[in-house]
């Protein structure tokens, strides 16, 4: 049964593609074989995908590069047929998926936009009337006469997606339209989406970005390898999203760690408002920064330190366990493993963070260090810089009595 009103209602797609082996046959062999045929690999793109949109939405579909994000929109599209599957679509479609598909690049911006138009659904006459709006929003007024062939790529993308937003199609199938334009036409893309989000047009938009996703979309689903991996709430499918694209990332590259006779920093980790481990940390939300440290020497007013630190920035924070922690005033002694544990709401911007810690004892200086020691992802930031100040408590707990 399909779904009341809905406006794309896809059922067990399937698509593979035929690559040749690339090995490529000598010229002798070819003598010697002139028979054989070329050998082929079959590439199972969409392994059976079914889901359903519905009209009014705004649904995000991400997965990983190669994930078969593209070849689904092209199969939505009508660009590929499909091997295998039912695919409804109710209303009329206007895509915008790779740069170029459906221009002529040996006619005018005009010639295209009418050609186009008249696919999306517009009349030729309608497809007229609106050049001129379409060519003011993608601020090409100067460009009219060259032939689309000599056009930027970024100029390209502004002509597709200006017609797209002009035509009259009930739903707007979009790939990656913001990773091209340039900062301006980014935030007029933006625009563009809030208000058709509010029109209650049903649109279909692939994006990388979990910032876009869960501005707009309401909701999501995540391809891996050909198959539905996950589908639903944007917040949850774009955690899972980014858990996919870490957690093959354990080991942090340039990981360092210096232990003395005294102590080691023996794990640095993240943790979520469950005290779960995760790999990313939505921007705004509660998480914790925690190290378990294993004691060997005595510590006298011992003192540990965290820094974030990004590829670019060193030390975008840190924070230190002395005067901070309730129970600071008190020695780490001999045995004794310890949880540091700093708690924050995450005030960092989208990015990657890396974390060093460091344990300190009176007098003594450093006792150990671990560097790189995690990494973590912020996403759903507006904010694009990860120079901030974290409001914050700390803890230091024990998780193992005092040995005596
Ligand atoms: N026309 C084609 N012929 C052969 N293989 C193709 C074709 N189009 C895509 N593929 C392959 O299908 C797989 C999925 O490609 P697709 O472009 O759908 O991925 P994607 O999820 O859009 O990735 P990205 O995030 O990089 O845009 C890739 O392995 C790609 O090489
Ligand atoms: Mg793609």
Wanted: glycine share 10%.
């Amino acid at each position: 049964m399909p779904a009341p009103h809905a406006a794309v209602d896809v059922r067990n797609l399937r698509k593979t593609f035929r690559v040749p082996r690339q090995h490529m046959m000598t010229l002798k062999e070819r003598a010697l074989h002139p028979f054989r045929r070329a050998e082929f690999d079959e590439l199972r793109v969409l392994r059976g995908i079914s889901f359903q949109v519905r009209e009014g939405e705004f649904f995000g579909i991400v997965g990983r590069n190669g994930s078969g994000k593209s070849t689904l929109l092209k199969c939505l599209a009508g660009i590929y047929r499909a091997d295998e599957g039912e695919i409804r679509i109710a209303g009329r479609l206007a895509p915008f998926i790779e740069l170029g598909v459906g221009f002529n690049p040996d006619l005018t911006a005009h010639d295209n936009v009418v050609i186009n138009g008249v696919m999306m659904g517009l009349s030729p006459a309608q497809a007229r009337g609106r050049f001129d709006e379409v060519i003011a929003f993608a601020e090409l007024e100067d460009f009219l006469d060259l032939k689309l062939k000599n056009y930027s790529s970024g100029m390209q993308v502004r002509l597709a997606f200006s017609l797209m937003v002009h035509s009259d199609a009930e739903m707007l199938l979009i790939d990656e339209v913001l990773a091209v334009g340039d900062a301006s036409f980014q935030q007029k893309c933006l625009d563009v989406f809030y208000r058709l989000r509010e029109e209650g047009r049903t649109i279909v938009l692939v994006t990388h970005d979990t910032g876009m996703i869960e501005r707009f979309c309401h909701r999501v689903l995540l391809l891996e390898d050909g198959l539905v991996e996950m589908s639903g709430d944007a917040h949850e499918v774009g955690r899972r999203y980014l858990e996919l694209n870490f957690e093959r990332r354990a080991e942090v590259p340039g990981a360092q760690s210096e232990g003395g006779d005294a102590a080691d920093v023996a794990d640095v980790w993240i943790e979520d408002a469950e005290g779960k481990r995760v790999p990313a940390v939505a921007h705004g939300e509660p998480f914790s920064v925690c190290a378990l440290l294993d004691v060997r020497e005595r510590i006298d007013r011992p003192d540990v330190h965290f820094a974030f630190n990004t590829d670019e920035v060193l030390n975008v924070f840190g924070a230190t366990s002395r005067a901070v922690a309730a129970n600071d005033d008190e020695p780490f002694l001999p045995g004794e493993r310890i949880v540091v544990r700093m708690t924050s709401e995450n005030a960092l911007g989208d990015g990657r963070y890396f974390v060093d810690c460091s344990l300190h004892g009176a007098e003594r200086g450093m006792i150990a260090f671990r560097g790189r020691a995690c990494e973590f992802v912020v996403f759903g930031g507006t904010t694009g810089s990860g120079l901030v100040s974290l409001p914050h408590t700390m803890r230091v707990e024990r998780e193992m009595e005092r040995v005596t």
